[in-house]
């Protein structure tokens, strides 16, 4: 079959390992897929002119459109160039290789999809990796996404033939929107199990138990959450993943509020922000956990429980979006309501004190991530979607 896939805000990165959002979902997608016998090709945005316009990775290959500016630039900022960059993609249909299936990445590599097709019959498949009704409905002011983009997706539903749901909570979104149940299925993100597995090195420790929150900076994340809750905890420190560099960390405004929030409720000691750390360290530093947290309030992709597990490492978070699908409660870790720190505080608390516990929950998330959540596991299911909305070849 031949797969195209839209990742219309930037380029896509050459090696599939780089977690860059959904960008390395896609370069993760293609490989797998080209490796399961399909001509795959990616069709992303030229953002870096020093990149090439047509290179091939893993066994597909990358066209990037020399659309917009030449540099990276905010999806609302590129809404205007969708009917440049859907006019580029049918003018490369036209005198050559076309898809038999196109699958839309975001919300803007889904306009860019369903534009390109109007004059065929390609059928386009959508992932959304978040809504932007649903994040503006969780995270209330610390929603900060362009103002068309929630109309637009409302738009996207209307004309796509089936959409790749990330978690059972967006499936109830999309339906709300006013896409049929029928036409959406759940295919969580992967992991590389070979990277991230329980046997191999760990972190520097300092002797404390360890509650890690690779989460990143941005709103709902719920590190507000993990430093209130850390009131209730004793001997233990909480390790907060992401944002900037180390050496940028205090200059970063939301870096500085958790470092005050921290010293109010007086737990700055066992409090340590890390900033960004490379991809090729995270496996270490989830061996090097206890116990991983995510109190998100937002939760649309599933890949930090999922990495966590597949180390052998125990998830408490809140019960909803794809932590509330990954995580079995009371099998591979625990889940709590949202939004209830009491009782966040609580559970972290009590497997922090059950090693046995922590043992039996981290040997029963390894065998759920290698059962159910590896990346061949995601490509064949997307074959699947793939093969129910392609049409038919010709009979001869």
């Known amino acids: 079959m031949r797969v195209g896939l839209v990742c219309a805000h930037g380029s896509t990165p050459e090696r599939p390992d780089i977690p860059v959002g959904p960008r390395h ?14 001509e795959v090709r990616v069709y992303d945005r030229r953002d870096d002119p020093q ?14 459109a020399p659309i917009g500016p030449p540099s990276r630039a905010a999806c609302g900022a590129l809404v205007p160039h969708v009917p440049e960059f859907a006019h580029w993609l049918a003018e490369r249909w036209s005198s050559g290789w076309t898809p038999d299936v196109l699958h839309g990445t ?21 992932t959304f990796y978040s809504l932007g009704a649903e994040q503006a409905r969780r995270l209330g002011t610390g929603y900060d996404g362009p103002d068309q983009r929630i109309p637009l997706e409302r738009a996207l539903t209307r004309v796509i033939d089936a959409a790749i749901a990330q978690s059972t909570d967006e499936v109830e ?17 992967g992991v590389d199990i070979e990277r991230f597995r329980p046997e191999g090195e760990t972190a520097d420790w300092g002797g404390q138990q360890r509650i890690l929150s690779p989460a990143g900076l941005g709103p709902g994340r719920g590190h507000e959450d993990l430093i209130q809750a850390m009131r209730l905890i004793t001997d233990a420190e909480l390790v907060i993943i992401g944002g900037p560099r180390p050496e940028e960390l205090a200059d970063h405004s939301q870096a500085r509020r958790l470092v005050e929030l921290a010293e ?23 061996r090097s956990a206890d116990v991983v947290a995510c109190a998100y309030h937002y939760a649309c992709v599933g890949r930090v429980p999922l990495e966590a597990m ?3 490492v125990p998830v408490v978070g ?3 979006g794809a932590v509330g699908d990954v995580v079995v409660d ?9 939004g209830d720190v009491r009782g966040l505080a609580v559970t972290l608390r009590r497997l922090l004190a059950d090693e046995a516990q922590r043992f039996a929950y981290g040997h029963a998330a390894v065998d759920r991530v290698r059962c159910s959540y590896t990346w061949d596991r995601a490509a064949a299911a997307l074959e699947r979607v793939y093969e129910r909305v392609a049409p038919a070849p010709a009979v001869a």
């Open 25 to 38: 979902h896609v370069a993760q997608v293609a490989a797998r897929l080209a490796a399961r016998g399909h």
């Open 51 to 64: 990149s090439s316009a047509l290179v091939e990775v893993n066994g597909y290959l990358v066209e990037r």
């Open 106 to 126: 975001f919300w803007l590599g889904g306009l860019v999809a369903a534009s390109a097709v109007r004059s065929s019959r390609i059928p386009v498949v959508q």
């Open 173 to 189: 979104e999309l339906t709300r929107m006013g896409l049929e149940r029928a036409a959406v299925t759940v295919v969580p993100v």
């Open 264 to 286: 109010r409720v007086g737990v700055r000691d066992r409090v340590r922000l890390i900033g960004s750390v490379p991809y090729e360290e995270m496996a270490a530093w989830y």
């Open 310 to 312: 597949a180390c052998g």
């Open 318 to 320: 809140y019960a909803l």
């Open 330 to 338: 009371e099998v591979t870790g625990r889940l709590v309501p949202p």
